[in-house]
């Protein structure tokens, strides 16, 4: 059997497992949020409130940025289960610190003002990439 | 009945981690290792030292590099490749004030093979290729400020690089700086073998990155150069790795590099 082969074979189920784990991470993070979100972004986007889908959108992202991260430089299920779950609870919190200093733009991101959403998304992706890039080994 | 504001509910998930990372951070540290004998200018090392007839450079403002262990009695050694990047002139620091000019005999992948005109006693390999989750690995080495050791947990293979990751759980007492000066320290097993070398470290994430035993011994072969047959290592353990580093240092088979000024 070529190396090649060798190293596929060893690789990929393994790949899969961390991916696996990770994604799970992602799907629970992005469920809770989704719950506990006092601006209810899934019923507006439901209602068509296009403002509320660029919020969730920023929010899916910045909690996939530190999750990828986390799993670019973990070596094992369990060091991607323990860091997920610390820096998904993380951005969680930073992304409510967000809503709260950035006050009245989520109040216009459930009223379907667009340019308001952009701008909380962008401020939730910023706080997402300095948390991804300090778990960066 | 009244919700529990969202924030409040990520902050106390966020805190109940973190109070959980502190309670269970492990705290095997070392004592300190005792202060060096001072060289004279006119006798610099002990006679018995295998340095003693070897030529020999007073230190002036050398810059502390890193660390370097013993594979061949010799004069080969190993460092990270780290250590002698931008140095025209590493040497090996044998008694206090004192450092032996070593050569660069090549750098492989993260690895640099140093030579010098007299060698120290080599450490053995490991037998066995990789560790296992969970197994005890001791740095010893030189932190940048003085001697110092980092006692670690395997954590497994590092993603995406060639690199075994390590989970520091204990180090020298007061050592509290980055581990840079570790970088090119031999990662021994609870056998006392060295199972890879010292990289870097990622306080942020709490581990220590480091080569694979095979990395060495490839190494050593792209360089040419044998390792001798070493003495039976001595077993460490949490409680002894700070007794046994001292013991590496004192036998010079970890010495300290630094950069010699052009």
């Not at chain 1, 190293?7 to 989704?34: E, K, T």
């Not at chain 2, 931008?86 to 005999?105: I, M, N, Q």
């Not at chain 2, 890879?196 to 050593?220: C, F, I, N, Q």
């Amino acid at each position: 059997m070529s190396p090649e082969v060798q190293a596929f074979a060893s690789g990929f189920p393994v790949m899969l497992l961390h991916a696996g784990v990770c994604l799970l991470l992602l799907v629970v993070a992005a469920g809770a949020y989704a719950m506990l979100s006092p601006h209810h972004e899934v019923q507006r986007i439901r209602d068509g409130n296009g403002a509320a889908a660029v919020s969730l959108a920023g929010v899916v992202l910045g909690l996939a940025m530190p999750l990828a991260t986390t799993l670019a430089a973990a070596a094992s299920p369990m060091e991607i289960a323990l860091w997920g779950i610390a820096v998904a609870a993380l951005a969680l919190l930073l992304f409510s610190v967000i809503d709260f200093a950035l006050t009245g733009l989520p109040q216009r991101m459930e009223e379907g003002d667009v340019p308001a959403a952009v701008v909380l998304a962008s401020a939730k992706l910023s706080v997402a990439l300095i948390v991804a890039a300090a778990l960066a080994v | 009945m009244p919700r529990l504001p969202v924030w409040l509910i990520y902050l106390t998930i966020v805190a109940a981690m973190l109070l959980v990372a502190l309670g269970r951070r492990e705290h095997a540290n070392a004592p300190k290792a005792p202060p060096p004998v001072p060289g004279a200018d006119q006798a610099p090392i002990a006679p018995t030292s295998p340095f003693a007839n070897a030529p020999l450079v007073r230190l002036p403002a050398a810059t502390a590099k890193g660390t370097a262990f013993s594979m061949n009695d010799h004069g080969v050694w190993l460092t990270a490749q780290s250590v002698t990047r931008r140095c025209a002139k590493p040497a090996l620091v044998v008694a206090d004030g004192w450092a032996a000019p070593a050569k660069l005999a090549v750098s492989h992948s993260d690895i640099a093979v140093l030579t010098t005109g007299a060698g120290a006693p080599a450490l053995p390999l490991a037998t066995a290729a990789h560790p296992k989750s969970g197994d005890n690995g001791f740095l010893a080495g030189f932190s940048g400020r003085g001697p110092g050791e980092v006692a670690a947990l395997y954590l497994g293979p590092d993603a995406g690089r060639d690199r075994l990751a390590w989970a520091e759980i204990g180090r020298t007492d007061g050592l509290k700086d980055p581990l840079a000066g570790l970088a090119g320290a031999p990662v021994l097993n609870a056998a006392g073998e060295v199972t890879g070398m010292a990289l870097e470290d990622a306080p942020r994430r709490g581990r220590v990155d480091a080569t694979t035993r095979e990395a060495l011994t490839d190494a050593l072969a792209a360089a040419k150069q044998q390792r001798t047959t070493p003495e039976p290592a001595q077993p460490i353990s949490l409680d002894t790795y700070g007794m046994a580093a001292d013991s590496l240092r004192r036998d010079l088979s970890v010495v300290e590099v630094v950069c010699l000024p052009r």
